[in-house]
């Protein structure tokens, strides 16, 4: 697959998005379940978890220093673009990056999106909020093209096997029956069934299992689901395989973020806090891999990534999944809700 070279003047990077303060923590979740009749008092229960790290998601500090890493590599290059950076569900929003591009002039933008996978909430959702802030902001507002999902680039592959490698060689003599489980975000199954998330994500961990120095069981499993206990959603989740894990008398776990680009909330919490006490609890020695983050293969990795559209650069891929298409075909990764049974 080649992409038609295109001139774009500003490179826009897109998020979720985490509140940055106590006092933000309801009105963030308010945005992350908005239409779905939460009430506060259940908000306020979920965003507890913010209130161990002082209310603050790393997400937005660690996205800024992504775009400082991005913006030094392009520098370095020879061709600079300026970089917008708006989030979904919280400041700085994206109808306020649109509304920014347009009054600097900026007449079209390549999105970078932080989710590297396929999935309608990874990868169609963003799309669908990138043009409704186009549509809020109007006349003006440049159109904005998203980067592919980049989960097969060797950039991010080779950066999460190096991670992982590194896991494993801190446990010492532990290390040889030592287990690995590959962790990603869990969607419903019925966004799952529609879209290519869950081949993606076995492919990455067949490819960082394969650069490993030497071979581990390994197991993909998921983290961080939410909403009714009768919908069905992608498993087994982290903590459940702890569990099984104790009962084959593993004795040593490395715990391997591949769903994910930074160690936000969901590392802090669900795999740093809720993972790590299941593990203490069985004796389970447990290492967490490190995310890409500012990783300068990774970041080299987005480097080719927006060559693929302003140079017409061959993607680049490894394993046997090929480059998806940029911009995504239309009405790919659709999701429709189930009712969950009454």
């Not at 007449?107 to 996978?117: E, H, K, Q, R, W």
């Not at 069905?232 to 769903?259: K, Q």
């Not at 970041?299 to 080719?304: H, L, M, N, P």
């Amino acid at each position: 697959m080649s992409v038609t070279p295109q001139t774009f003047d500003a490179l826009l990077v897109v998020s979720f998005g985490g509140p940055e303060g106590p006092d933000d923590v309801v009105p963030f979740l308010r945005n992350v379940t908005k239409g779905r009749n939460i009430p506060d008092e259940r908000l306020a229960v979920v965003g507890e978890h913010y209130s161990h790290f002082g209310g603050v998601s790393p997400i937005n500090a660690q996205n800024r220093e992504l775009i400082a890493a991005i913006d030094a590599a392009l520098q370095a290059r020879g061709t600079p673009l300026p970089i917008y950076f708006g989030n979904r569900n919280w400041d700085p929003y994206l109808a306020d990056a649109f509304a920014q591009m347009r009054d600097d002039g900026i007449t079209s933008a390549l999105a970078f999106v932080t989710s590297a996978f396929s999935s309608h909430s990874g990868c169609r959702q963003y799309q669908d909020d990138m043009e409704r802030a186009r549509q809020q902001v109007g006349e003006g507002a440049p159109p904005a093209v998203k980067i592919r999902p980049y989960f097969n680039h060797p950039g991010f592959v080779s950066t999460m096997a190096r991670n992982v490698e590194e896991a494993l060689a801190s446990l010492g003599e532990q290390r040889p029956g030592a287990r690995v489980a590959y962790t990603a975000h869990s969607i419903p199954l019925s966004m799952a069934e529609r879209c290519d998330y869950e081949e993606q994500l076995r492919e990455v961990a067949r490819l960082i299992d394969a650069e490993l120095s030497a071979p581990h069981d390994s197991e993909l499993v998921f983290q961080s689901r939410s909403g009714p206990p009768q919908v069905r959603w992608l498993e087994p989740d982290i903590c459940d395989h702890i569990d099984t894990l104790a009962g084959e008398s593993a004795d040593a776990v490395v715990v391997a973020p591949i769903g994910f680009i930074s160690d936000h909330m969901e590392v802090l919490w669900d795999l740093d806090t809720e993972a790590l006490a299941k593990a203490n609890e069985h004796g389970i020695t447990m290492v967490r891999a490190k995310t890409a983050g500012t990783d300068p293969t990774f970041v080299a990795g987005i480097i080719d990534l927006i060559t693929e559209h302003t140079e017409a650069a061959e993607p680049k891929v490894v394993g046997t999944l090929a480059a998806r298409p940029s911009p995504c075909a239309v009405g790919c990764c659709p999701y429709e809700p189930r009712r969950p049974p009454s």
